[in-house]
């Protein structure tokens, strides 16, 4: 690689972490960037700087093994994840970790970003699954999103944060900022009663205008939720889309059971959300199926 590469591929990791820190993705000394070099190196931040405030000289070379080729400083303690990336995706040159607040909190509560809300991420990204919880800074990470990473760009990680990557540092970046816009987005929905989903058949044409607009998606869009994946390598990414041969957006309580009817699952999960003051809300369809349910005990 040309010195004048190297020296753009510095200045781009200055200029994400910068963008990071100021939009409150990362605090202190949290996150890290790294970018290929070449098929043997890769250039990584350094261990216990902030983010806002790193400068070109600062980045650190390392082998694909971790071992540091040159830098004054020490390399960032989650190498390893991204180390994992860049063996299972050579179409990645650029890998972001941080923990976007609103992004962060879905993944401490366990919710993936994987309904079918907006179009563009759709057609971007995605879906975006929740890696299992790994110590951070440990083989576990690694081993986490090594699931999900072949198919998708980008991953909540439980009770941790995001990672995204891309063809380059600033796209891997722009899908930080994709899924932290998306985050926000679902949250605002669900406060506000609820999301009309995209139907399973309008997926599948926007599934189609990936290949329209040259989007390079990692995998292909799934939207039955009974499609086989392996168990220890996902391939397609798994979209909550549900069928309607009518309508292009269907109300989210249409995943809740057949034919839009909640299930009986839902209904004692109702119950069971009981806010602190003790007070339940159901809805009239929560309500009759419960009812029934007992009914159906009881006859039993």
Sequence with gaps: M????????????VEAGRRMYARGYVASNDGNISARLDDTRLMTTPKSVSKGF??????????????????????????????????????????????????TGFAVAGIPLTRAVLAEVITTLGSIPIAE?????????????????????????????AVTCGPSVMAAYYKMETIEHFAKISLVARLLGGEHLISREE?????????????????????????????????CQVLEAPASATERLVPSSALRGTEGEPSRVDARSALAAASRDGEI???YGELTALIADAIKQLRD
Excluded at 55 to 78: F, N, Q
């Design 54 to 103: 790193m400068t070109p000289d600062m980045m650190v070379i390392v082998d694909y093994e971790g071992h540091k080729v040159s830098g004054e400083r020490d390399a960032s303690s989650e190498l390893p994840m991204h180390l994992e990336i860049y063996r299972n995706r050579p179409d990645v040159n650029g890998v972001v970790h941080a923990h976007p607040p609103l992004a």
């Design 281 to 283: 809300r159901l809805t």
């Design 133 to 161: 919880y790994g110590t951070p800074s440990t083989a576990e990470l690694p081993e986490a999103i090594r699931k999900y990473i072949k198919a998708h760009d980008g991953m909540l990680l439980a009770n941790h944060g």
């Design 203 to 235: 997926v599948e044409r926007l599934q189609g205008l990936r290949g329209y607009y040259g989007i390079a998606a990692p995998a292909p869009l799934c939207t039955d939720p009974d499609t086989p994946q392996n168990m220890d390598q996902v391939l």
């Design 2 to 13: 040309s010195t004048r590469l190297e020296e753009q591929l510095r200045a781009d990791i």
